[in-house]
């Protein structure tokens, strides 16, 4: 079936050290978003990509970065320079064919990061 | 530019009562209209969409919704819930224009009492 695989679903870092999320999909989407998560706020845009080799900072990029080297990974890092970087974090990605195009984005089932 | 406003971030109901979640949107051009919902610890879900043609789409779990383009709603409605509802409920907006970014509301949590 195809899907989003973000990994881990939890994970523990300790402050100042850089953390890499996991988001992978063999949808063949071309767009891949990464949104971050607190309670009572709603969904945040990070990053997103509209196409390999190419990304563009959303609404709350400072201490985040990207890399989307293949169409089917958008690896998300949390540098040390985040300051609150606890949360639970949510990748997406949709598609630009026109072909198939649904419109709507397709969500991994998120990973929990915890700065201890 | 566009935005979308879910005028509940809470709604409490009882088990088998009807309930409607409000969202208005904003925007000069035509949209795409979504509901999403959203289980704890879990990613997004699409519960029904509206692209074009009839006004009231039906989605999964017995949701469905009337976009209202004169009113510039997309209420959110069920007639009897069930506890297995409780959830976040999250209205979404997207422009005609390809490579668009969909906008989400601020997200309605649904708590169903016994």
């Known amino acids: 079936d195809g899907g989003i695989t973000q990994s881990p679903k939890y994970l523990f870092r300790k402050e100042g050290q850089n953390v890499t999320l996991s988001c992978e999909q063999n949808?063949?989407?071309?767009?891949m978003y990464w949104y971050r998560q607190d309670p009572g706020q709603g969904l945040r845009l990070i990053y997103y990509s509209q196409i390999v080799n190419d990304f563009q900072k959303g609404d709350i990029a400072e201490g985040y970065s990207v890399s989307r080297e293949k169409k089917e990974s958008f690896p998300l890092t949390v540098t040390s320079a985040q300051k609150n970087p606890t949360a639970f974090y949510l990748c997406?990605?949709?598609?630009?064919?026109?072909?198939?195009?649904?419109?709507?984005?397709?969500f991994g089932s998120g990973t929990r990061l915890t700065v201890v | 530019a566009q935005s979308v406003t879910q005028l509940d971030s809470q709604v409490p109901v009882f088990e088998e009562a009807p309930v409607e979640l409000r969202c208005n949107y904003s925007s000069s051009v035509s949209v795409y209209l979504f509901w999403y919902v959203q289980y704890p610890n879990q990613g997004l879900q699409l519960l029904l969409k509206y692209l074009s043609g009839s006004t009231l789409v039906k989605g999964i779990n017995g949701f469905e919704a009337e976009f209202n383009k004169s009113q510039t709603s997309f209420h959110l409605r069920k007639p009897s819930v069930h506890i297995s509802d409780t959830a976040e409920y999250f209205c979404a907006v997207r422009l005609y224009s390809s490579a668009s970014k969909i906008i989400f509301g601020s997200g309605t949590r649904l708590s169903i009492r016994p």
């Open positions: 949808l063949n989407h071309d767009a």
């Open positions: 997406a990605s949709s598609t630009e064919d026109r072909a198939t195009l649904d419109y709507g984005y397709t």
